[in-house]
């Protein structure tokens, strides 16, 4: 896990020393982050590892950044066994590893839902729920079909309609392909508010938060 608070929100003088990396575009996250109040320092969850393009994007916009890390722990390599809902919550709970107090406005979850079965994915849901508020919005990747597969890899952003790919460290996860239907019953602490089919058979995906 890494924390990294931005200053006052003066814009970057120089983009960030990064090799030639595969970009691709964003339908949807340039709506989602103008509704972003940023006359306030944010909150962001990037469930994925800190690269120095998402650093610099936020650097713009007063800011607390918690690059969660999870596609690198075990109990995304290695799933949850056969552990109770309530025992994965609370692990998940830990890997997050945020104060209790913390309420995020932007949540960053990339693919990394498709990389948990239905019951550990409820359970995801359950530990992240607290730390959302009712104008939380978040971002994330869903399939067409089950039938579509998803290239395992790191994301960052370089512009709003703009992200970076990278190949992963990790091996490959177990992979549990979740269509947009499918999302919404099991990360149910949010809702999808727009999907975009792009041409390789996954769903872009915006949402907002369900908590009261």
Not at 46 to 70: K, Q, W, Y
Not at 82 to 104: G, I, M, N, Q, Y
Not at 131 to 160: E, M
Request: glycine residues 4%; contains cysteine; charged residues 20%.
């Amino acid at each position: 896990m890494r924390d990294l608070v931005t200053p006052a929100g003066n814009p970057p003088t120089a983009a960030p020393d990064i090799p030639d990396l595969e970009r691709q575009q964003s339908l949807l996250f340039p709506s989602l982050f103008a509704k972003l109040d940023t006359s306030r320092r944010l909150n962001v969850l990037d469930i994925g590892p800190a690269h120095n393009e998402t650093i610099h994007f936020f650097s713009s916009v007063r800011c607390r950044l918690h690059f969660a890390g999870m596609y690198s722990e075990p109990l995304t390599l290695e799933g949850a066994g056969e552990r109770d809902r309530e025992d994965v919550t609370r692990e998940f709970d830990a890997l997050l590893a945020v104060p209790s107090d913390t309420k995020f406005d932007l949540c960053l979850l990339w693919d990394y839902p498709n990389y948990l079965d239905d019951e550990t994915l409820l359970a995801f849901s359950d530990a992240l729920a607290p730390y959302l508020h009712p104008k939380t919005v978040g971002h994330g990747f869903a399939v067409r079909t089950s039938n579509t597969r998803i290239t395992n890899q790191w994301y960052g952003i370089d512009q709003p309609h703009l992200f970076t790919l990278r190949p992963p460290r990790d091996r490959q996860p177990a992979f549990y392909p979740h269509s947009q239907a499918i999302l919404i019953n099991l990360l149910t602490c949010f809702s999808i508010e727009r999907g975009m089919l792009l041409p390789d058979g996954r769903l872009e995906v915006a949402m907002s938060a369900t908590v009261d």
